[in-house]
């Protein structure tokens, strides 16, 4: 019986086919923009953490703050001697690494390029996670003598020799003839639109010698050990560096120790909120899609209202009416969902190809779109479906 | 459903003893109220009884159309009695009408009335979708329903590729496919041109003699209803006469 009802339904929607899709048009766009802002949300999500991963998931930055109090506005720098307190002291560290940039010009030949000049140690490699393409690290020597030399990133290697080797060239660092001794794999853009691979590295002494002229240390990246706990980590670097800087007991920090996982998971909370948030406003068009269900079956009734005069003369109950427009609107909400998932899915493949974001469905967002654009096709269906059981069978024969 | 049990032991009644299958007792059918009222039917009592060909005619207004709504369970009388098979139909509910609609009588109607875009092997199964009954059983029947109508080689004709005769022909095969106590027909051929109308009279008759359903015919025509052997006719909401030809 209501295998038959189930027949008759697709049948008369395939006889109706433009009103059919016009109809379900509400419910297809409302279901589509769910399924590409979830999984676009996803993608996004997975590729932040990948690059958070990228950057060395157990790594910690301290860099130096300005002094509260009298002093506020002097920040004062760390040096190397912070630096070998830290890896004498603090316990559960890997590596640890000091460094300082700025901004700078590289030229060669007759070729400028503005980049990211770094000083740092061997240690930078290791807490992020570069690998070589070519050629080596600094030596001891060359670190401790503050030798100029270099190591620079994709990006600096293509726009200063394109496709030529560039091991052994000189090239000219602001003030500083250096030669080239390695060249970093590349590792890309991040999601926020930084150049990873713009960067020239060259010893830390080199840095403070040769560019700015001093031995402050900007920057301390500290990779904690595996298996060991963060906080502890976090809590012996604070309790150091307070008694390193005579921070009086009560005062605020005139430091920062900030841990990517803590950022990388904030990061992740605020894109899962702009995903349901956005989600949201699609599911607002879900139920515009329903109205139009509801406004469609409403004509539709009324264009059908003889053949409802019919089934009821022959016999249908009200009933058998009412189950009758109740399918046919919860099977146009059903294509409308089942149609909005596959152009979803399919938009989405296409859009994080383009993006370069993974493409990650959700199969529960999937299963809610198509529950929930069935159940809103019985709840707007309803409403038509009540008025077309309730005709008056002599009236619905008459109709013209 | 209900009217199963609760009608059930008037219905055996009914068939065991030789009671009519119709039976109107005084009546009446009113619209509007107070100055506006209309009396459309004004105390009919009659009888039918069961393989009885019955041609019911008068004038537009004259009330024979309140009769055969009444006469089909798609409306109650305002007053007065009327018993099909022993149930009295005032005293039903609409469910329990719709179930006597489905179990015991059949529809034809002067527009055909059949389902667009539907072959006609479709429109003859439709009553029996309702009854629940399997669409194997179903192909089956509408098959020998066609076949007694001289359609069998239209069965998967859409409505609109059949002539009006033949949709009325697909419209009185769904009418009879549920072997139906009665079937009504409201001016069955209205639409239809002079040789049609005659074919399908024929069809009626050769029913009636062959088959013993029992045929209430509405019409206006004298040569249409000339095919019936009883004439009722209605004048203001009464019975003008009742004949029986010999």
């Known amino acids: 019986m209501y295998w038959t009802i189930i027949q008759l339904s697709l049948r008369e929607l395939r006889a109706n086919k433009m009103r059919t899709i016009l109809t379900a048009l509400g419910i297809i766009i409302g279901v589509m923009a769910v399924i590409i802002l979830v999984t676009l949300g996803n993608g996004f999500t997975a590729q932040i953490t990948k690059e958070f991963e990228g950057i060395g998931q157990n790594l910690i930055f301290v860099s130096p703050d300005s ?334 | 459903m209900n009217m199963q049990t609760g009608t059930a032991a008037n219905m055996r009644n009914a068939t065991g003893t030789q009671a009519p299958l119709i039976a109107f007792d005084r009546v009446m059918k009113v619209y509007g109220h107070g100055d506006a009222e209309v009396r459309a039917l004004d105390g009919v009592s009659f009888e039918i009884n069961r393989g009885e060909f019955v041609a019911i005619m008068g004038a537009s207004g004259s009330g024979k159309s309140t009769t055969l709504n009444i006469l089909g369970c798609l409306d109650v009388p305002s007053a007065g009695s009327y018993r099909f098979m022993g149930a009295a139909v005032e005293t039903l509910d609409r469910a329990q009408r719709a179930m006597l609609r489905q179990r015991y009588l059949g529809f034809v109607f002067q527009g055909f009335n059949l389902l667009k875009r539907t072959t006609a092997l479709e429109n003859v199964e439709l009553p029996m979708i309702y009854m629940g009954l399997s669409a194997r059983e179903r192909r089956k029947r509408a098959r020998e329903a066609l076949a007694k109508v001289g359609l069998a080689d239209r069965e998967n004709h859409s409505s609109s590729e059949l002539s009006g005769g033949q949709q009325q022909r697909v419209a009185i095969a769904r009418a009879l496919v549920t072997n139906p106590a009665v079937i009504l027909a409201d001016e069955p051929t209205g639409n239809l041109d002079s040789q049609r109308s005659h074919e399908i009279m024929r069809l009626f008759s050769d029913l009636n003699q062959r088959l013993k359903i029992t045929i209430l015919l509405v019409t206006h025509e004298e040569d249409i209803a000339a095919y019936a052997p009883r004439h009722m006719r209605f004048k203001d909401g009464r019975i003008a006469s009742d004949e029986t030809r010999a």
Request: proline share 4%; aromatic share 8%; charged share 20%.
């Open chain 1, 67 to 400: 002094n509260n109090g009298p002093n506020r506005a002097r920040v004062v720098p760390f040096d190397m001697r912070d630096v070998d307190a830290i890896r004498r002291g603090v316990p559960g560290i890997e590596f640890v690494a000091p460094s300082n940039g700025s901004g700078g010009r590289v030229v060669y030949g007759n070729v400028n390029h503005d980049t990211v000049v770094i000083g740092s140690t061997n240690e930078y490699f290791k807490v992020r996670l570069w690998v070589f393409e070519m050629g080596r690290e600094f030596t001891e020597g060359e670190l401790a003598a503050g030798k100029p030399v270099c190591i620079i990133g994709k990006t600096v290697r293509d726009t200063l020799f394109g496709a030529q080797n560039p091991l052994g060239l000189k090239i000219r660092v602001e003030n500083v003839s250096c030669e080239v001794i390695g060249l970093l794999a590349p590792k890309g853009q991040t999601t926020f639109g930084n150049d990873e691979d713009d960067r020239i590295l060259m010893p830390l002494r080199t840095y403070q010698r040769r560019i700015v002229g001093n031995s402050d240390v900007a920057t301390i990246q500290v990779a904690v050990a595996n298996g060991q706990d963060a906080q502890a980590v976090i809590d012996g670097l604070r309790s150091l560096l307070r008694q390193r800087r005579s921070v009086p007991e009560g005062e605020p920090d005139n430091f920062s120790i900030d841990q990517v996982s803590a950022f990388l998971g904030e990061v992740q909370n605020v894109l899962g909120i702009m995903t349901m948030f956005v989600g949201a406003i699609a599911f607002v068009s879900l139920i515009v899609g329903g109205i139009g269900i509801m406004n469609i079956m409403l004509v539709s009734v009324t264009e059908r209202t003889r053949e409802i005069g019919i089934r009821l003369a022959i016999g249908a109950q009200q009933k058998d009416v009412l189950w009758q427009f109740l399918i046919e609107a919860m099977i146009l909400g059903l294509l409308g969902g089942i149609a909005g998932i596959v152009i979803g899915l399919g938009l989405s493949v296409l859009i994080t190809g383009l993006m370069g974001v993974p493409f990650i469905p959700s199969i529960g967002i999937i299963v809610f779109a198509a529950v929930f654009s069935a159940l809103f096709g019985i709840v707007f269906g309803f409403f038509p479906a009540l008025r077309a059981s309730r005709l008056n069978p002599i009236e619905a024969l008459r109709y013209e």
